[in-house]
């Protein structure tokens, strides 16, 4: 009886304390997260250069690791030179922004409307909703919430450059021994399931691999679907806008949106700033516009690729996952729902195929 309790009190307690160091060390767990996908993405690369040739001896893999490493590291930088200055260039337009000319622009229908809202007691006499506004307005560019913004920014520049170091030191031995999580489990599994664990590190590994090489194929696409619309239109800062915009794709479903929402008030701002009051709801809807059509082109061309052929999942099996990973812990549940939900299906069907719910969730894989 004691061992039979002592069986399943066991593994209840490794996981426990799993998901307490997890919790923990939630940090140092999201810089691993982050090497382990900068790795698979450069992984294909590495294994490119381990074929090559340089006289009569292949490569070094060690070199063939460095060299990816410095290529995702050259990427990255690149964006930054382009986006950095677009967004010193953006802070310096809402700091340009004349509040006080703007609201007297619509000084007439903002008489009418207060005599609207005073005929229905809705404010009170003598009260001016665009001296509500005015107020409001001039709260959000506080420039003393700026220079706090700013501050918080710099103070928290140590902890960023030391998580940087750390994602790049990891990433690059991940990427010179791609086996290295893959041996840390098996050592930490019990030898009765080592060979069905490493069959589902493997297959984790090729549908992740091709999930994630998915994923950073539509942000790509994306940014330049909705950065070519917005400068057709004419909207102001459309690389800024693009580049936001298309980021905000790995978050499923609800990413696309708000990128709109920022993509509109960056072509606001932008606007206000040259005073351009008369084209305020031209930029609206341009910008509307623009992440609808990217959005079905998203829904009915790259979603099914990526979601339903990369990960080999039913289209509404992947939607409630997501939805569920939302629930449980929103945007960041959203984003790791379908790489956890891959690895959980890979793992039922080497453990437990003989359920029929489990031989129906993993049909297509």
């Not at 690791?65 to 990255?76: G, K, N, P, Q, R």
């Not at 622009?105 to 229905?120: E, I, S, V």
């Not at 069959?199 to 790509?220: A, I, Q, T």
């Not at 945007?331 to 437990?352: D, E, K, N, S």
Request: with cysteine.
């Amino acid at each position: 009886m004691n061992n039979q309790l002592y069986q399943y009190i066991k593994p209840i307690v490794g996981f426990s304390a799993l998901v307490f160091m997890t919790w923990y060390f939630a940090d140092l767990v999201g810089y691993i997260l982050v090497a382990v996908f900068l790795s698979m993405t450069g992984a294909p690369f590495t294994k490119m250069l381990n074929t090559w040739r340089i006289g009569k001896h292949h490569l070094p893999h060690a070199v063939s690791a460095l060299v990816t490493m410095v290529l995702i590291l050259l990427v990255i930088g690149l964006l930054a030179m382009i986006i950095a200055p677009l967004i010193i260039r953006q802070a310096n337009i809402i700091m340009s922004i004349n509040i006080d000319d703007f609201i007297s622009h619509f000084d007439k229908p903002m008489g009418k409307l207060d005599a609207f809202l005073a005929q229905y007691n809705l404010i009170k006499p003598g009260e001016t909703f665009s001296q509500y506004i005015r107020t409001q307005v001039h709260g959000v560019f506080d420039m003393t919430q700026f220079r706090e913004f700013f501050t918080n920014i710099i103070s928290a520049t140590g902890s960023v450059v030391i998580g940087i170091f750390i994602v790049i030191f990891l990433t690059y031995y991940f990427l010179f021994d791609d086996g290295l999580i893959k041996n840390v489990l098996l050592i930490l599994s019990p030898d009765k399931y080592v060979e069905d664990i490493s069959k589902v590190l493997h297959d984790s590994k090729f549908l992740l691999v091709r999930y994630f090489h998915g994923v950073l194929l539509e942000v790509v696409i994306m940014m330049s679907l909705e950065t070519i619309g917005l400068l057709i239109m004419g909207i102001p800062n459309a690389v800024l806008i693009g580049f936001i915009g298309g980021s905000m794709n790995v978050i499923p479903y609800l990413g696309p949106v708000i990128g709109m929402c920022l993509g509109i008030l960056l072509g606001l701002l932008s606007e206000l700033s040259a005073e351009n009051y008369d084209i305020l709801t031209y930029t609206i809807f341009s910008v509307v516009g623009v992440f609808a059509v990217s959005k079905t082109i998203d829904d009915l061309l790259l979603q099914p690729l990526i979601y339903s052929r990369s990960v080999k999942a039913h289209p509404v099996e992947v939607f409630l996952v997501i939805i569920i990973g939302g629930k449980l812990s929103g945007i960041i549940g959203m984003i790791l729902a379908i790489p956890i939900y891959t690895i959980l299906r890979v793992v039922l069907r080497q453990f437990l195929n003989q359920m029929k719910l489990v031989k129906y969730l993993t049909s297509r894989m």
